[in-house]
């Protein structure tokens, strides 16, 4: 019976170790993962609704002037010094002018007829004419043929009254004529003989027959 002393205190030893290892067991501190706390999320913010703009201002139509009626045909009269002739005939906003004295001063013109009834006209040797419509029947302005300037103010002529021009060959010469006819009946115009000019000869209005040296040639309305 000596023997199970030895034994006994063998296995008693081994219950102690057992429980003092189950007992660190216990007791040890588990390891903990550092817990990394989640940023909070960044939430981005609603994009800022863009601010409506006013729509442009229209743009303001431009004003153009207005239109002046112009009647077609031809205006004619005598400048305000009574010095000379002026015609102007008007076609499809289109303006051809005959300015003369009858003896060697004339000068023929043209250019356009503005939206505003305005005109302004030119000719050879630096000749001009500006006008304009006044009451729809009637034409005022000034003319500047060589070193002169004419005033005028001239009337819807009707027929015989008018404008009329002949170009031709007479006797181996060149021949230019211009013709004003005015409303009371009297002519004024300028025969030009290879340029050097003269009182033209009178024209019959209703055929427009006119006699040159012998010669009868036809001068024809002017238009533009």
């Known amino acids: 019976m000596k023997r199970s002393g030895p ?28 817990s990394v706390s989640p940023s909070p999320s960044t939430k981005s913010s609603p994009s800022a609704a863009p ?18 009626a112009v009647p ?24 051809i002018a005959y300015v003369c004295d009858g003896h060697n001063i004339e000068s023929w013109l043209k250019g356009d007829v503005k939206d505003d009834g305005s005109m302004r006209l030119t ?22 043929v060589g070193s002169g300037s004419y005033a005028f103010t001239i009337d819807k002529a009707k027929k015989p009254s008018g404008l009329y021009r002949a170009n031709s060959q007479v006797a181996g ?21 290879d340029g050097k000019p003269s009182s033209a ?6 055929t427009g027959a006119v006699t040159v040296d012998g010669q009868q040639l036809t001068a ?5």
């Open 72 to 95: 077609e045909g031809v205006y004619t009269g005598r400048t305000d010094d009574d010095s000379s002739a002026v015609a102007i005939t008007v076609r499809d906003d289109k303006a």
């Open 173 to 193: 010469a060149k021949i230019e004529g211009g013709w004003i006819v005015l409303p009371d009946g009297l002519q004024v115009g300028i025969l030009r003989r």
């Open 220 to 224: 024809r309305p002017v238009t533009p």
């Open 123 to 144: 000719g050879k040797g630096g000749a001009s004419l500006d006008a304009i419509v006044k009451d729809t029947r009637r034409i005022s302005g000034k003319a500047n």
């Open 201 to 206: 000869p009178e024209i019959d209005p209703a």
């Open 51 to 68: 601010t409506p703009t006013s729509a442009p201002p229209s743009p303001t139509p431009s004003t153009s002037p207005s239109r002046t």
């Open 7 to 34: 034994l006994l205190t063998l296995l008693a030893g081994l219950l102690v170790g057992l429980f003092m290892l189950s007992l660190n067991a216990t007791t040890g501190e588990k390891p903990t993962s550092a």
